[in-house]
């Protein structure tokens, strides 16, 4: 059974910092692409950040600078490091996995942003953030 689990998340001031953690099981995340999604109450889930099979990352215009994904495939986990967050970064944050096949095909190969939610085969039960002062 595949499963994906979220940790990290808590209360942090304005300007603080947070490490989120995704550990998978019943699948070897070195084959994956991994996303990062953000949902806030009454806003539709957003990408925030990804990193494909090679290691290439990318992200949202409104983290870009602040937030970092890296993943250690041996330990089966990926992260997103949230450095100077803001009010705005609060939400239920999501960490999903997409087989990847074929690295040279789309939606994985050299993409101007992350691919969209439904390209994600696997999804966590996500870990709130709380930016507040």
């Known amino acids: 059974q595949v499963q994906l689990v979220e940790s990290g998340g808590g209360l942090v001031q304005p300007g603080g910092s947070l490490r989120l953690s995704c550990t998978a099981s019943?699948?070897?995340?070195?084959?994956?692409?991994l996303g990062w999604f953000r949902q806030a109450p009454g806003k539709e889930r957003e990408g925030v950040s990804c990193?494909?099979?090679?290691?290439?990352?990318y992200y949202s215009d409104s983290v870009k600078g602040r937030f970092t994904i890296s993943r250690d495939n041996a330990k089966n986990t990926v992260y997103l490091q949230m450095n100077g967050l803001k009010e705005e970064d609060t939400s239920i944050y999501y960490c999903?996995?997409?087989?990847?096949?074929?690295?040279?095909?789309?939606?994985?190969?050299?993409?101007?942003?992350?691919?969209?939610?439904?390209?994600?085969?696997?999804w966590g039960q996500g870990t709130q953030v709380t930016v507040s002062s």
């Open positions: 990193i494909n099979t090679e290691g290439h990352t």
């Open positions: 019943g699948l070897t995340m070195g084959y994956y692409a």
């Open positions: 999903a996995a997409d087989l990847v096949r074929n690295p040279y095909a789309n939606p994985w190969y050299n993409p101007a942003s992350c691919p969209s939610a439904r390209t994600y085969d696997y």
